[in-house]
């Protein structure tokens, strides 16, 4: 390998060659013929070199698992949307609702549950044949079901839309989401914990590569006498590295609260029932988005990717060693150290209504519990009136139709 990383690594941790050769426990004769080139340095010796300062040759991938969490793919013409649906995104496209919209300079929106096409409602008459396709996490899980269906995967996905388009498709966003998976109860001291993270930066613990700003968000209850009160009002820390300008951006965050606050549960059903610690996202955009595609692509595993934009611009320390350099956080390698990709999943799931429902829990039901127990006061016909008063419009059509359709209910029609 290139003797130029060897002498980076050493000159990032602060050391003169005698010492860095001691810590590593080689001749000071023998490092300079290693970063002069004169003598080979092999990736394994390289990696030996490292565990002297904490870094793991192995990691745990079973600990993390790397999703894809966002898209938003242009394509400069599609003039058959019919087409394109059935044959890339393999749904009909009578699933789609229509929608105005002003979003993105775009007028109009074809909606699929939580998959978008952007376009113009105007084209026939313009030329301007233009779309964005754009998933959220949701759309990207009801692709997936989409795959799961027809036997396809998002390596296959995006090497066709590639192949098919050329030039004329730009990947203007593509987000990575990697889960940092509960491991138990008693092992919680074994888990990255996000506030060190926030104590490591005013420590000097953490080394940031072009990076140059960094913001944290968090709160909670202030009764202090209460530790479950504190424990369950917490909103969780959210950490951002980078600027949201950049087309690099990351967002860590206590996923563990926001499906607690979500689901309406506490902290420790949250984690027994969906198993998730932490987030680490990558939010990628531009040219480092069609870059990142292109590697996928290529062939490099999408986990191994992941873990090598996170260790290309932060490093996670944990104190000095005796000679002043400082050591790899052994929680933090474990996870992200080593030379095994991470583990990409798919987690294919159906469009439902579960976030109206839950919206009508939150915000309505107090109301709805209010007229039922004034009905039984005065015998009256409120609530059912409520209900009848209400309509499926078309665009519930088209949900409760996609729903069916995902249900396997429509076969018989």
Known sequence: MNPMYLKKFRKKSGLKQKEFAECVGISQAMLSQYESGKKKLSLEKFQEMKTHFGYLTDNDSSRLQVTIDYVKITLKSVRDLEFFCRNFLHCRFKEFSSVESKLMNYNHIWKRGDIW???Y??????GNYQITLQLSGQGCRQLELLMEQENFSWLDWLIYLRRSYRDEMNVTRFDLAIDELYLSKDRENEQFHLSDMIS?????ELAFESLRTWNYIGGGALNFNDMEEIEQNRQGIS???GSRQSEMYFNFYEKRYELAKLEGI????????????????????QSKANAVVDEFISGIPLGEIARGLINSKIQVYDGKNKYGAFMADQKWQIMFGGVEPLTFVTRPEAYNIERTIRWLIHQVSDSLAMVSEYDSMIDGDNLQMIINSGEVNERGEKVLETIRHNLGLDKGA
Request: net charge negative.
């Open 117 to 119: 096409i952007f376009d």
């Open 121 to 126: 409602a105007d084209k026939h008459d313009t």
């Open 200 to 204: 490591k930066y005013y420590h000097h």
């Open 239 to 241: 950490l951002y590295f």
């Open 266 to 285: 506490s902290i420790e059903e949250s984690l027994e029932i969906f198993e998730i610690w932490n987030r680490y996202e990558i939010r990628l955009s």
